[in-house]
Nanobody
Framework: QVQLLESGGGLVQAGGSLRLSCVAS????????IQWFRQAPGKEREFVAS????????VYADSVKGRFTISRDNAENTVSLQMISLKPEDTAVYYC???????????WGQGTQVTVSS
């Protein structure tokens, strides 16, 4: 059983930046793909970005390409989402998820709030 904890959310002005982190209770993410999702009030949860630890492969939603960067931290159980040029439409609760590359087990964090003001 993997526990995930997101952090780094907050309130920023449009055009600002934030860095979110996802930390796992497991020792390493080496056999996982880490995904970030977000959900705004009244909207469906949407995919934001993913990082596959073994290959360093990244995938981004069109809405965040060129502005968000997902990457590994020095710690093997930590993945970050660097967000720049933030827009009000980026406002949402951001969730991280860990999906096992082989067995498709998937775990979710509790989310962290990101609010971008105009």
């Amino acid at each position: 059983q993997v526990q995930l904890l997101e952090s780094g959310g907050g309130l920023v002005q449009a055009g600002g930046s934030l860095r979110l982190s996802c930390v796992a209770s497991e020792r390493t993410f080496s056999t996982y793909t880490i995904q970030w999702f977000r959900q705004a009030p009244g909207k469906e949860r949407e995919f934001v970005a993913s990082f596959t630890w073994k290959s360093s492969n990244t995938v981004y939603a069109d809405s965040v390409k060129g502005r968000f960067t997902i990457s590994r931290d020095n710690a093997e159980n930590t993945v970050s989402l660097q967000m720049i040029s933030l827009k009000p439409e980026d406002t949402a609760v951001y969730y991280c998820a860990a999906k096992h590359d082989i067995f498709s087990y998937k775990y979710w964090g509790q989310g962290t709030q990101v609010t971008v003001s105009s």
